[in-house]
């Protein structure tokens, strides 16, 4: 499933105005724009698109109603992802070069600090009102309380329901807050609302585990990133948790992803032993599962051109590469 | 002038209530409260006391209408400092060891994320609306740039201009805001917000010039950060910018100052150049004439007792010591 295709519903024009008015977001500042522009150029923009099509759960809904919050959705997680890339000591993002590896740890605080404030002026600028600017303000704070908690269990295992709060509050609940907010714009009622919401929760889950599962099983060439990268900064994730369980060398496994500073052949040995088990097929199983889940919430818009995006987007996010 | 009874139209019982709602704000997360709360309970609490006086412009404005963005004007400046002790690699903070020195660079980038999100959910939430959001977007926009400039032309010596421009940008808007939100609050007429605004930008370009002198003057066990600090990260502020006009030793002064790494001898050696000058008379001319510029801006207050506390803040800035 080619994720262009799936969002037929989000038309062509939509997106190139998205981006757009994303470079135009960071055009006042000139070092901004050109330590930004680069990299808000690329991406899946999954977040606005999301929130997009929820905003046309009732039909057409004005572009000048609907791209300023999007703008905002895509500037907030993209200075997640500055902030992510200073402690990941990540050399790429996107395709270019980080902009950590490129200006260094404060810029990249202060550039990540510019972009959240630019998102939550863009809101306020556009009369959005007070609960979309709550809806916004707490996602951020949760996404810092997963990455916190992540941070503060690196090279550690966690348990099963330790790895789901964590990607529940770094990943899930920031789509779930893209699919409201659109529902929010859109005029539905709480409980379509709450549908919607519930749909972008699963679809985070099965989302994030997709992505911790790239990172062993992806092609660096097409997801952007260096393969192993999780583990190098000694974030243990899905594959990994079902390979502890399963693999006959679970033990040499479990010794070296608690080392703190894993040489690229540690990275490769790991990799080798978490690709022996089922691990693979285990994460798919459960992503395809939230997929399921994210499915069967939203019944009211069945029929409808966006119900048939959001299905779209659900089997991309299953099947994705990238 | 102490500044406390320089605060007396801020009545205690009010400083001790904005305490507590500090407190309370981060008390949602374990982790987050026990990184933040010794930081929080220090400080002046100079831009919510600005705040909460300009909001009593017509007279006793109700708590609930003011509390929350007290609140989250003290959380924004306490997020700036988390970020900015990154870079400064302080390992003192209003007397208290830095999160940066107890957890390190990242959860330091998080727990300063997650304040900002913070305060402008307590924005969201208590329904200031789009105008209160839109100003704290914007300070905290202008703070960044003035800390990227800031941070770009470290080790080397700014115009006066540049130096100027970047006071401006980094602590004179966000006293302006504060000053500028109060009247909002308070219902002024629009000529009588911009008086306040003024006043709280002049005001705070007085506060930073006295901020940069007490780097070399002061006394760190009342500062409660280590003197010279700002030379050993390379920023270079007035006190300096003056030396190097007047002094006879500006040659070994700018040499020194530009070095990259500078040793506690180094250090010493550029503090006693700068001693040796007027640069502290200099200094506090310059301060002195921000304050009087921003007295003559409270015209419509005058003989109130805003007016009088705020006048009082004003000469605190000047005489203060920390």
């Given at each position: 499933m080619d994720f262009v295709s799936a969002l037929k519903d989000v038309a062509i024009k939509d997106l190139q105005e998205l981006g757009e008015r994303v470079e135009q977001s960071i055009s006042e500042d000139k070092f901004i724009y050109d330590a930004c522009a680069p990299l808000l150029s690329g991406g899946k923009r999954l977040r606005p698109v999301l929130f997009l099509l929820c905003s046309r759960s009732k039909g057409i809904c004005p572009n000048e109603k609907t791209m300023p919050l999007a703008t905002a959705l895509e500037l907030?997680?993209?200075?997640?992802?500055?902030?992510?890339?200073?402690?990941?000591?990540?050399?790429?993002?996107?395709?270019?070069?980080?902009?950590?590896?490129?200006?260094?740890?404060?810029?990249?605080?202060?550039?990540?600090?510019y972009l959240f404030a630019k998102a939550f002026q863009l809101v306020a600028e556009n009369d959005y009102g007070n609960e979309v600017a709550a809806v916004?303000?707490?996602?951020?704070?949760?996404?810092?309380?997963?990455?916190i908690m992540q941070?503060?269990?690196?090279?550690?295992?966690?348990?099963?329901?330790?790895?789901?709060?964590?990607?529940n509050l770094k990943t899930a609940i920031f789509l779930s807050s893209c699919c409201r907010l659109g529902g929010i714009v859109a005029g539905l009622n709480q409980k379509e609302i709450d549908g919607l919401a519930f749909y972008?929760?699963?679809?985070?889950?099965?989302?994030?585990?997709?992505?911790?599962?790239?990172?062993?099983?992806?092609?660096?060439?097409i997801t952007g990133k260096i393969l192993g990268g999780?583990?190098?900064?000694?974030?243990?994730?899905?594959p990994v948790i079902r390979a502890l369980q399963v693999s006959?060398?679970?033990?040499?496994?479990?010794?070296?992803?608690?080392?703190?500073?894993?040489?690229?052949?540690?990275i490769s040995a790991a990799i080798e032993i978490v690709k022996n088990t089922d691990a693979m097929e285990y994460?798919?199983?459960?992503?395809?599962?939230?997929?399921?889940?994210?499915?069967?919430?939203?019944?009211?818009?069945?029929?409808?051109?966006?119900?048939?995006?959001l299905e779209q987007i659900a089997d991309f996010v299953v099947d994705r590469s990238w």
């Open positions: 907030i997680h993209t200075a997640s992802l500055v902030h992510d890339d200073i402690l990941d000591n990540a050399k790429k993002r996107r395709g270019v070069e980080t902009i950590n590896s490129r200006y260094g740890a404060q810029i990249s605080v202060l550039v990540g600090d916004l303000s707490k996602l951020v704070k949760n996404l810092c309380t997963g990455e941070d503060r269990s690196l090279f550690t295992v966690p348990t099963m329901s330790e790895y789901y709060e964590r990607i972008g929760g699963s679809l985070g889950l099965a989302f994030q585990i997709v992505d911790d599962l790239l990172d062993f099983f992806g092609d660096e060439k999780d583990l190098k900064s000694g974030v243990v994730t899905l006959e060398k679970s033990k040499i496994l479990r010794e070296i992803i608690t080392r703190k500073k894993l040489t690229d052949s540690d994460c798919k199983m459960r992503a395809d599962g939230h997929i399921d889940s994210a499915r069967i919430n939203l019944p009211f818009l069945i029929k409808t051109s966006v119900a048939l995006a």
